[in-house]
Each structure stands twice: as structure tokens, then as C-alpha cells.
């Protein structure tokens, strides 16, 4: 019989990317999303699974309707990739930020436990828990540091996914994922924010671009292998915990000036920095080492920096083209034009030490 | 006759109600402050802590919820306090693997949401947060200081991590004046009488006096470090008084097992242990931790403190209020306390 899983949050960029990993695998694929006014499906349009894979309405912070999905698929393997998971958003937003990303990991973790403790767990981990430690790689074995509401939310999750596993011998493990980014990313990341703008004043559709801090560090690898990871570590014969990562960083000002001039601009022509996209704490340094799922998932990282940036520049080059030629196919930027309305706590002096 | 130009120094603390609580506000009436606590309203009185204390009249109470958001602005709105004590939680570890998500709820986005009726209020409001050894769980043997590292072992000990760091972020992030106490066990005879010291002086003192004849047990080759509520509350209020805000190890420094306690709280009363003592493996937690040791040296050196009552003194203090209470209470005399209510 085919295996059948579960993706929360299978609207988002991993979510699409593993539910098409996952059908290629023939499995037979749940995705829960939250309802909102306008849809949120265009990534599954996009990758051509939208008519492939079930979906179920659920939401992290309604216990019930996380149960309701589990009990009715009664899967193989469960995939939490949902949450609220910008980490900007989660300054404004802390509380929600913690019962959606951290709570609701234990409500569904309860809800294996009731329903099927052999249900296998993955629980989207993350870089930003070792926040602001020491400059230097961050293995397993790295102390965290969480410094974002999201990170402390992050984190929370992480400790109750091992205590699960630990203490009620269930099968679930954090994959630790280093940023990963797409052309399907959303669009308040940097990475697709810089290729998008760049790809928009390319050509003549806009003039500038404002970023927060230029100098902030990471490890950016490419989302669809990192779908591939998540799979390989449910396929183990033990749960346990995962870097993904590429072990290399670089700045976000490398990422823009190589995204520029990708598309044949220079960047500081256009590139300023807006103190609104600051945060009140930021994660200076970033980069991982996958030793440890090289060595026991046989994974490593095939895309690395510079071919990411080009994957990305130009795809979003290319949809602006055929948007401007009148083609229509499903996308998030145009519904986004910009920023400019939104005010955040770095706006208001208030807050400021 | 003296003036004090300054008016009194106003606090708030939170769980007011419980061991800490208690304590806190008793120190605080003494030094002058005036005192508001919160507390959750419950179909049976929850005050006898402060009556016991002879405080009660003496506190403002205002009723809040951790989870929610208001009843904490309304709080600090009415009580306008230079400092808060943030010490409500759902506390006891044991009962957080049947209810882990209110666990969560409570004493982890607890901590959040009062954090943003401070930022929005007033930031320079000092904050005290709870923390404890419990973030520790198992895996070091050696004494704890306040780099050891985090591996917490169940879901109260997940919820107050997430609660230390959101206080390390809001510190950092806001400048918001705020210290997270990692308090080693800290009892006393206003305990209550699910933790393992209370509930081993209520059972002695009851087992000498005839009314019970055996107490269950669960894992008493445990080893902790246990010091004496009251001191451990005046560390809460030196953390406040200092120029910089920061996060400091408070215990004793010494390590004694669940048996050592059982043994020493007996001889107290002149029984042997072992003759009253059933290990119930119901009783074990599905992970135990079961090496604590503190470190107290930066709260020594920065705060000037440290434990004067030791264990052997505790064990002392505790099984000699438990008798004298249940003799009171066998003489007709009636006064405020848990015991009598509570058969477990």
C-alpha cells in the first residue's frame, strides 16, 4: 500500500516542495492550510500538484482540528512544517508567534501520542536557535541562543519534540535547516525580496530597494534538496536530530550584489538601508556543518551560493517578462507591490534603547 | 522622626499566592514597599499563605490570568509598580507530561505576554523572572553555574526555557531591566504538598502522631539541592537593586538524596525510615533528573548573597511545623493551611 503523510503547512515553500518530493516517492499526500480570504495556493499551481494531493483545513492553534487530521488520514509520517515563520513578523506578533510555532508542536505531539505513537514525527527545526552564540560553525552540538521570539518559539518545539521521543519512545526528529531559499519563497525573506526587486528594476518597474542589516551573515542553501533531507531522516532506523545546511556563509550584501549583477545592475545604485527592516535583535552569523547527515542520511548540498542566486534572479526576471506580455499564471509578487505602508516597532521611537 | 522624600517603592509579583509569593511580599511589606499581587480566582480560597504569614490585610490583591493579555495590562495599569516579580506558573513539574500544552500556555507565553504590557506601559519597569534549575534536566555532574548547558526534561522545564530566553531577548532587544533567577529547589514549611519535601515532613509528622502508617515514594535516590524559601526570595529582590540587570545561579551548593531527606526528617521525630517508606513506581516520572548540584559563586560575588540555612537545619524547620501544626489541629485549634483538605 502507499505510504501516506501528512504536510502541515503545505502551502508554504518546503511544504510544496515536499509534497511534490513526496508524490514522485508515491506517496499518497495531506496538506492542511489555513483558510484565509484570499488563496494561498499558487506554489502547488505552480509546481502542478495542486489536483495530486488532499487538502484539510487545519490551524496549530486549534487543537481539535489538528487531532480531526490525524485521526482521518491515520498517516506514516507526519511533516510540522507549519508555523509563523518569518522571524521579523514574530517581533511584531510574539504571543502568536509562540502558540503557533511552539505550542502547536505540542498539541501535535499529543495527538500522535492519543491517536498512533507509531506515526513518524518531523518537526521543522532551525538555524536561528543558536542565534547569537560564537562566530563560528554550529553543528548538533552547538549551545542555542535563541534571539527572536521566533527562535525562543523554535526552540521550545525543538526541546518537546526530543522529550517526545525521549521520554514517550515516539519517532521524531528536528531537522536543524539552515536558511533555504527558492524562486517560491515568500516574499519578505531577503533572498527572494533582493531577486524580485532586482528582477523588477531590471526592468524599469521600480527604482529601489530597502534592506535591514547588510552585514548579518548566513548559510543559504537550495529548498529542494533540503525536502529531500527531511524525508531521509523519517527513513532512518532511529530518530534523531539534523544539520542541513551548505558550511558556507556569506553576507546579505553579497547576496544583493550578486543578484544585481546577475541581471546586469550594479547594486548600489539601487540598494539602501531602511532602519524599519532592522529588528530589535539580529542573528549576526550563521553557518552550519552537515558532517553529521552526510555521514548518516548520505546528504549533501548540490546547488550552492552563487548558482542559487542565479536560479533565483532569474526566474523572478522571467515571470516579470511574461507578466508584462500579458501572461497569467499563478504568483504571489504582483498582488505585493511594496513595503511602504507597513509600520512596524523599529518605526516607533518607543522602543528604541 | 524621619521623612522619606521618595515615595514608597511599589511592587507587583505575580502568583502572590504561592511559596514565593508569599515570602516575597512579607520581605517587601518589611522594606517598605507597597505590595499588589495577582492571583486566579478558584471556587476554594487559595490564601491561606498569606493569612499564615499575617500579611493578607496588608497586600493589595488584583485577580489576572497568564493567558490573558488585559487582565496583565489591567494589572500593571492599577498597581503602577516599579518593579515586578513575575513568579505565577503552573509549577509543578510532575503534573506538565498530563497537561503539557497549558504548561506551555501559561508558564512559557505567560512570561510573553506580560513582557508587552511592560514594554508598552512603561519599559522602565524592573522585571523578575522565575527561572530555575529545572532548565538543567539531566546530563552534567558537575556543580551548575550559570553557563551550563540547557537540556530541559520535561514540559515545564521546556516552557521555562522558552520563558528565559524571551527574557534574555526582551532585555536585549528592548533594554527592558530584567533578571531570570535560576533557583534551585527552594522549600519550606509554606510548600505545597505535591512537591517531595513537604510532602515527606506532612507524612512524618502525621505518621508520628499515629494518623497514617506508610508513605509512597517515587525515586528517592534523586539527589538536589535544597535551600530555604525565604532566604531565596531576598536573592529575587537583590537581583533588582543591582545597576545592571542579569541572570544569577541561586542554590546552596550541596547535593542530598530524596533518602537523605526521608532519613533525617524520621530521626526528627525518632522513627526509622525504612519501616514507613513504600517505593511506588507510579510515583517515577517518565524522565527523572536525578543530579543537581548549584554554583552560587556570581550571585556571592555580585549580590552579596548566600544560604544560611543547610539542610540538615530545613529538614528541621519543616518536620517541626508539620507536627506542630497537626497537633494544633488534633487540640480543636483551627488556623490557616493546606494539609487538612488534602488526602492524597
Redesign the interface.
Known sequence: MAKQAIITGVTGQDGAYLARFLLDKGYTVYGTYRRLSTPNFWRLLYLDIFDKIYLIPADLIDSSSIFEAIEMCNPDEVYNLAAQSFVGASFEQPVASGIVTGLGVAMILEAIRQINPKIKFYQASTSELYGNGEAKQQSEETHFRPASPYAAAKLYAHWITRMYRETHGMFACNGILFNHESPIRGLEFVTRKITNSAAKIALGLEKELKLGNLEAKRDWGFAPEYVRAMWLMMQQEKPDDFVIATNKTHTVQEFAEKAFKRLGLDWEKYVSVDERFQRPLDVNFLQGDYSKAMATLGWQPETKFDRLIEIMADEDLGRWRRCLKGERFPWDAPNYPSENSIVTRMTTSRNRI | MEFNIKMANRALITGITGQDGAYLAKLLLEKGYEVFGTYRRSSTPNFWRLQYLDIYKAVNLLSAELND?SSLIDAIQNSQPDEIYHLAAQSFPGAS?EH??SY??IT??GL??LL?AV?SIN?KIRVYQASTIELFGQGDTKPLTEDA??N????YA??K??AY??AN?YR????IFICNGIMFNHESPLRSLEFVTRKISNAVARISLGLDSELQMGNIEARRDWGYAPEYVNAMWLMLQQKEPGDYIIATNEMHTVKDFLEQAFNIVGLDWSRYVKVDKKLLR??DVTFWQGDYARAKAALGWKPEVKFDRLVEIMVNEDVTRWRRWLNGETFPWDAYNYLP
Request: zero cysteines.
Open positions: 493579555s507530561f503539557p500544552v506551555g500556555e512559557g507565553l510573553t505576554r508587552e514594554r519599559t548547558a540547557f530541559p526534561a520535561n514540559p521546556v516552557a526555557l522558552y530566553w524571551i531577548i536585549a532587544g528592548y533594554g517518565p524522565a
